[in-house]
């Protein structure tokens, strides 16, 4: 049951966050175009755009951080692991998955401490809450959790960071 649970969240996190980085991209890409017509041609630049723009920015590489998890997509150096028997690649992808879980637990912790200090303070430009630009921290790195849970759950522990390639015989 806890399973189907966790497989369920992680597609539909997945989807949210395909949505979001798509709607992110478009953002960023109409402010920039608006900021550079505002300051050449209008002579008139828009003062909070920068600020905006580097906080949709900052959302958008820690969802993709955790989209790239869930697609199992982030670099990795397989060359070792290739050619190792078969025991020895269980004991890196364990070594991988632990040291993974361990940075994204920190991550999360940490974020979520600082975001609560954040909370009451407001961004020079735009006068929202400062936490908006650390939420992506944090928020990316639970989400990377649970892709990373999901994908030791359906591939296992030499699986769980890049394609198995124990089935290569």
Known sequence: MTVAIIRQLDDWSSRMENLFLAALHAAIAGLVCAAVVFRYVLSDPLTWSEELILL???????????????????IIIDVVVLFAPRWLT????????????????TLSWFSWRYLQRELPNLTPMLGISAGWAIAPLFIGSVLSLLHLLRNLIDEGVTGVLWSDITARE
């Open 56 to 74: 949709l920015f900052g959302w958008m590489i820690f969802l993709g951080i955790a989209n790239a998890f869930h697609a199992r997509t982030h």
């Open 90 to 105: 269980f004991c890196f992808g364990l070594l991988a998955f632990v040291a993974t879980a361990i940075v994204l637990g």
